[in-house]
């Protein structure tokens, strides 16, 4: 197996001239486009991972002529904070991924979904977008680009309940199938792609499949953006390549104490010091859409679970039992150990309702509760109960 | 309590009258009023001609779509694990002593309201607050001492 490293890159925030990429793709057959895409191996940056070359080509194949681009913008894990940076510091690579996948599978018109969080910087990104909007035209594209902001729902950040947002309901997510690429916003075929997602289709498009491919594994192509925070001496954004293992991770971003990182955010995986060298980050191992946040031997892993269980209870939007019962039980069921209400082989039955939350719930958010409440308690079970 | 006026008109005018509009026009309200009163939302139903029970619903989902008296400027303090880590303890209390108020009320002049809120982004910079838009971040207790006080004389 091919062994990355620690290699900080600088292709995702590097400054380059959107107009010649575009340039290039706007002569590019659209079957190209999205064979390119397919051919990097790219994989959505948002977490799912779902190839984005089958998403835009699905969404392709589609008869009606009345189709959508969605950015998912609305970045709610806990631990991450990339796509705010890139919209930030790149937002003309944003919208010129919208601008090709538009054009790669017949979209006129993009949405960008913002979190409510992010409200204060819709100013200065309508006047990066009028700019980038004038290149568009002169090349000849024919796209238009709206922002729609949400209000503070993490579940928005899936992708049906955001379109369910967009057209002016309660975030809830539907159910699945239809799939967005048949049915997405408006009832229309939809791509919806993170934001690193569209930077990274950039990439790809300006240095071609091939080069892109060099970066990464087999199975986790590219480079990607993390979001670094916790207890760490160099907390921040870093674009690093997929593959390596969370003991070099350790060793480039630990404080020298680190007892234990958390993979992909709340809705991620916890893996603890014992498994550093052998987890790989990656698909292969512990997928993430960039979240790392590191905790050393003086934090405790019962509150770190806590707040998790916290977030969740407040953030499930309550539609299917599940999710709504389940993540307030596991919050109380762990506290009731703690106090020793509960005997210890509670914990047990606990991992079994996260079990059944991940077969039984509607989407992603309570499907993934589990991840982190197993791996917590199965490697951290004395912080849990003492 | 405020007089919509001709705000709903207005903000329907700019963003449409379809079902789509409903989140943009209740936004357009709390961005100038800071909450949704029941007149507020009855009237965005006539206007839109839906149910005042269905915008009700819908505002009721969002956290930042307020249907309750919030003062001219809402803090959001976050809790979520990296700033809980890093000190979001202090900075409530700190908060909670300039302010005279616990989380969740609202000054008596009406100026604040003291919230708690999930993940706002700022990981890498925690402790981290949010005062309507405006995200504060690497705090310390007279970092946002001086904060306060900047908006009491606003």
Redesign the interface.
């Known amino acids: 197996m091919k062994n990355v490293g620690l290699n900080k890159l600088d292709y995702i925030f590097e400054k380059i001239n959107i107009r010649e990429v575009l340039e290039k793709t706007y002569k590019l057959p659209n079957d190209k486009i999205i064979k390119e895409i397919l051919d990097s191996g790219l994989k959505g940056r948002g977490g799912a991972g779902f190839p984005t070359g089958m998403k835009w080509k699905f969404t392709a194949e589609q008869k009606d002529p009345d189709k959508y681009i969605v950015c998912n913008a609305d970045?709610?894990?806990?631990?991450?904070?990339k796509d705010?940076e890139l919209l930030d510091r790149v937002p003309y690579k944003v919208y010129g991924g919208m601008v090709v996948a538009g054009k790669a599978i017949g979209a006129k018109n993009g949405i960008i979904y913002l979190?409510?969080?992010?409200?204060?910087m819709l100013p200065g990104l309508l006047k990066e977008l009028d700019e980038f909007m004038k290149i568009i035209r002169e090349i000849g594209y024919e796209f238009t680009i709206e922002f729609?902001?949400?209000?503070?729902?993490?579940i928005c950040g899936e992708e049906s309940a955001l379109f369910e947002?967009?057209?002016?309901?309660?975030?809830?997510p539907r159910n699945k199938p239809p799939y967005p690429t048949v049915s997405g916003v408006?009832g229309k075929p939809t791509s919806i792609n993170n934001v690193e997602t569209l930077v990274t289709a950039i990439l790809v498009m300006r240095i071609g499949a091939a080069a892109y491919n060099q970066l990464g594994t087999k199975d986790s192509r590219g480079s990607k953006v993390f979001?670094?925070?916790?207890?760490t001496p160099i907390?921040?954004?870093y674009e690093l390549e997929l593959g390596m293992t969370v003991q070099e991770f350790v060793n480039g971003f630990g404080d020298g104490d680190t007892k234990a990182v958390?993979v992909g955010g709340?809705s991620g995986f916890c893996v603890p010091r014992k498994k550093f060298a052998e987890t790989i980050i990656g698909f292969e191992g512990v997928p993430t859409g960039g979240s790392m946040?590191l905790f050393n031997s003086s934090?405790s892993m019962y509150?770190?679970l806590h707040?998790?269980l916290?977030?969740f209870v407040?953030?499930s939007?309550g539609q299917c039992t599940p999710c709504r019962v389940g993540c307030q039980q596991l919050l109380k069921g762990v506290q009731k150990v703690k106090k020793g209400e509960a005997k210890s082989a509670y914990l047990n039955d606990l991992v079994k309702l996260a079990d059944t939350m991940k077969v039984a719930s509607k989407c992603g958010l309570g499907q993934s509760v589990g991840n982190a409440f197993r791996s917590i308690v199965e490697n951290f079970r004395e912080e849990i109960i003492y | 309590m405020y007089q919509v006026g001709n705000l709903v008109k207005e903000l329907s005018a700019r963003h449409g009258r379809?079902?789509?509009?409903?989140?943009?026009i209740?936004?357009g309200i709390?961005e100038k009023h800071n909450y949704l009163t029941d007149e507020a939302m009855v009237e965005v139903a006539r206007e839109l001609d839906i149910s005042a029970a269905e915008v009700y619903?819908?505002a009721s989902?969002?956290?930042?779509?307020d249907t309750v008296p919030r003062g001219k400027y809402v803090i959001r303090v976050c809790?979520?694990?990296?700033c809980?880590?890093k000190g979001k303890g202090e900075i409530i209390s700190t908060l909670e002593n300039i302010l005279k108020i616990r989380i969740g009320q609202t000054t008596s002049d009406k100026q604040f309201t003291l919230l708690e809120?999930?993940?706002?982004?700022?990981?890498?910079?925690?402790p981290a607050i949010?005062i309507n838009?405006?995200?504060y971040t690497e705090l310390t207790e007279e970092k946002v001492i001086e904060i306060i006080k900047s908006y009491m004389h606003k």
């Open positions: 970045e709610g894990e806990p631990g991450t904070f705010r979190r409510g969080e992010y409200r204060y729609r902001m949400g209000s503070g729902a993490y947002s967009i057209e002016g309901k309660r975030g809830e408006y979001s670094i925070s916790g207890d907390p921040g954004i958390q709340a946040k934090r509150n770190v707040n998790y916290d977030f407040e953030e939007c | 379809d079902r789509a509009s409903l989140m943009p209740l936004q709390v619903g819908t989902f969002y956290t930042f779509l809790k979520t694990i990296s809980s880590m809120t999930n993940c706002i982004g700022w990981c890498h910079k925690a949010l838009d405006m995200p």
